[in-house]
């Protein structure tokens, strides 16, 4: 066992500076462009998440245009329709037969109505 021991040193004394010294330099290597990569990974998605609030930004924009669109043409359609009522109404259809045509609403004793019989 001793000799076991005695070479199982010595192969370590000498295997130790050889698997030191190399990967020192990979580990360096392998840092460096571990690093450069995962810059690139996280500029990408900071890229991505920039590129994803401008898009909501926009959308957003456009549903405040429309949403003004819509309420303006809430008011116009009012409008248009007490503009309708307003024409439609008796009142006013009964002065302007008067004042273009001549014509009058007819008194009680001219109404005359008919009874049918089946």
């Given at each position: 066992?001793?000799?076991?021991?005695?070479?199982?040193?010595?192969?370590?004394?000498?295997?130790?500076?050889?698997s030191?010294?190399?990967?020192?330099?990979?580990?360096?290597?392998?840092?460096?462009?571990?690093g450069?990569?995962?810059?690139?990974?996280?500029?990408?998605?900071?890229?991505?998440?920039?590129?994803?609030?401008?898009?909501?930004?926009?959308?957003?924009?456009?549903?405040?245009?429309?949403?003004r669109?819509?309420?303006?043409?809430?008011?116009?359609?009012?409008?248009?329709?007490?503009?309708?009522?307003?024409?439609?109404?008796?009142?006013?259809?009964?002065?302007?037969?008067?004042?273009?045509?001549?014509?009058?609403?007819?008194?009680?004793?001219?109404?005359?109505y008919?009874?049918?019989?089946?």
């Amino acid at each position: 066992m001793a000799a076991w021991a005695a070479a199982a040193r010595a192969e370590e004394s000498v295997a130790v500076p050889r698997s030191r010294s190399r990967p020192r330099v990979v580990k360096r290597e392998r840092r460096v462009t571990g690093g450069v990569f995962w810059i690139g990974i996280v500029a990408t998605l900071l890229a991505g998440v920039v590129a994803t609030n401008v898009a909501v930004l926009r959308l957003n924009m456009k549903l405040d245009r429309l949403g003004r669109e819509r309420s303006d043409l809430r008011a116009q359609n009012a409008e248009l329709s007490s503009r309708l009522s307003s024409a439609a109404s008796a009142p006013r259809i009964q002065k302007l037969a008067a004042k273009r045509l001549g014509l009058v609403q007819a008194t009680s004793d001219q109404t005359h109505y008919f009874t049918l019989h089946p």
